[in-house]
């Protein structure tokens, strides 16, 4: 089982934005920053918490409940191609 849980992480992270909206709507959104961090921990890079006898993506969980890894909302795709023009 996966502790904290998916409700937990949704809480942590929806806490630290700014304004009504929030960041994560779903577990989806969750499990694909965790993947995503916990390849690029395999990858080489360091973790910003104790690693020693953990695997990856136990790493990239607690990482993202403590706060060290954020998620960052999506930019509408017309706003991201507006500014690639100018």
């Known amino acids: ?6 409700t937990d992480l949704m809480k942590t992270i929806n806490s630290e934005t700014e304004g009504d909206t929030p ?4 577990r989806y959104s969750i499990v694909l920053a965790t993947a995503k961090r916990a390849r690029q921990l395999i990858a080489g890079e360091d973790a910003y ?22 998620i960052e909302p999506e930019k509408p795709a017309d706003e991201g191609e507006e500014q690639a023009e100018n």
């Open 1 to 6: 089982m996966l502790h904290p849980s998916y």
């Open 23 to 26: 960041v994560v709507n779903s």
């Open 49 to 70: 918490v104790s690693s020693r006898g953990k695997k990856p993506l136990s790493i990239a969980v607690e990482e993202v409940s403590k706060g060290f890894v954020t």
